[in-house]
């Protein structure tokens, strides 16, 4: 099967979408199938590349940072990536286009699908679905202006794919008649494993792995973590692991919650270098507001973690309250403050639920989550044949 994926960001840039678009061309190319990706170029990242059996190619953007990209570096893309589609789809004859968000690369697919009678499938992310709060706070004004586009774009494709039920019902608010098939996203259980812990460590190291903005609510942590001080003698810290631009607000919160001795800033860590830090830690802290299905909390799961996370899209499909974690409502910082403490001060506790979340995390291995997207190619494919 000749496959065409279509994505603005891959890794070293973006975020957990990049991730899911290389583990899927991993797997793909790996059972003999033939991969193509057009995504965006960056820096000094070659135009060409061939890796782990599948090919790149990097169309010109105007792209300036590895973890945000803006309204108009996106439409770079959709511009970039739609010259180069027209042209390359005609030598490459995909038998099918995997599209990675709406928006923006759902418009590449739907013109290659109108001028070629190519069948496309869409991945939504998360900010690719309008939601009535959204980060950042102007999407409020461009999802009006898009929903036409993004449900243009959902109708014409054979399937769209949520990773979460929660981002499924989200989905449906602004196209109820969407097709939506749900597979989650996967862990790379043989980079992301656990290692043994003591119920009693000198020190519990928390660990929160976010962009710094606004929606990943680690200024909820922070708020958190002061009252934490107040309720507990174990010795703690906290690392957070991520750059943005809330950054300096963010140590300035800190300093003025007089939190900054337990808080250590790691900053931005390349992908193969996390498998570590879940490692070191003890407990797994996410604190966002919104999410489609955050790997991050995979990968913590699967270094044995014990999970305390917002209840919402996606997480709530991962972490079962009282077995492997806690849930809390977003932006109650008070709640996670008592969750965290009280896993803090329970050492048995942390280890039972760090094996709840090995065993839990064992069905979303990527070779499954694979296995789901390619079925769904054979059904359309097949379908289209009759």
């Known amino acids: 099967m000749r496959i065409l994926m279509l994505n603005y960001e891959f890794p070293p840039i973006g975020g957990g979408g990049s991730i899911v678009n290389y583990y899927l061309a991993r797997n793909m190319a790996q059972w003999g199938h033939d991969v193509y990706i057009i995504t965006s170029r960056f820096r000094d990242l070659p135009e060409d590349e061939e890796l782990d059996g599948f090919k790149i190619h990097r169309v ?70 309008p939601r009535p709060n959204p980060d950042p706070p102007h999407y409020r004004l461009l999802y009006p202006i898009l929903s036409p586009a993004i449900k243009s774009i959902w109708g014409n494709a054979e399937t769209v794919v949520a990773c979460s039920y929660g981002l499924r019902e989200l989905a449906w608010k602004t196209d109820h008649k969407a097709k939506i098939e749900v597979i989650p996203d996967g862990i790379d259980l043989s980079k992301f494993y656990p290692v043994q812990r003591e119920a009693e460590p000198t020190v519990v190291r928390l660990l929160t792995i976010a962009r710094l903005i606004p929606r990943k609510g680690v200024q909820y942590l922070i708020l958190a973590i002061a009252e934490v001080i107040k309720n507990t003698q174990r010795e703690f810290e906290v690392e957070i692991v991520g750059d943005g631009p809330m950054r300096e607000e963010l140590l300035q919160l800190a300093a003025k919650l007089k939190v900054s001795h337990k808080l250590n800033f790691v900053g931005a860590v390349p992908y193969e270098q996390l498998a570590k830090y879940y490692q070191k830690a003890d407990i797994f802290v996410l604190s966002s507001l919104a999410e489609g299905m955050p790997l991050v909390v995979l990968e913590a799961m699967a270094s044995g973690l014990p999970i305390i996370a917002s209840k919402v899209q996606g997480i709530e499909d991962l972490v079962k309250v009282n077995r492997n974690g806690y849930l809390f409502t977003p932006g109650n910082w008070r709640s996670l403050a008592r969750h965290i403490v009280a896993v803090l001060n329970d050492g048995r506790r942390r280890l039972t639920m760090g094996q709840e979340s090995i065993r839990l995390v064992q069905k979303y291995d990527w070779s499954n989550i694979a296995k789901a997207y390619l079925e769904i190619y054979r059904h359309i494919l097949f379908d289209n044949a009759d």
């Open 60 to 129: 010109p953007v105007l792209r300036k940072r590895t973890d945000v990209c803006q309204v108009h570096e996106m439409l770079t893309y959709v511009l970039s990536a739609s010259l180069y589609s027209l042209r390359f789809a005609r030598k490459f004859q995909p038998d099918i286009v995997q599209v990675f968000f709406g928006i923006p690369s759902g418009p590449v697919a739907y013109l290659l699908k109108k001028l070629y009678n190519l069948p496309y499938i869409v991945f939504l992310g998360g900010r690719d679905v």
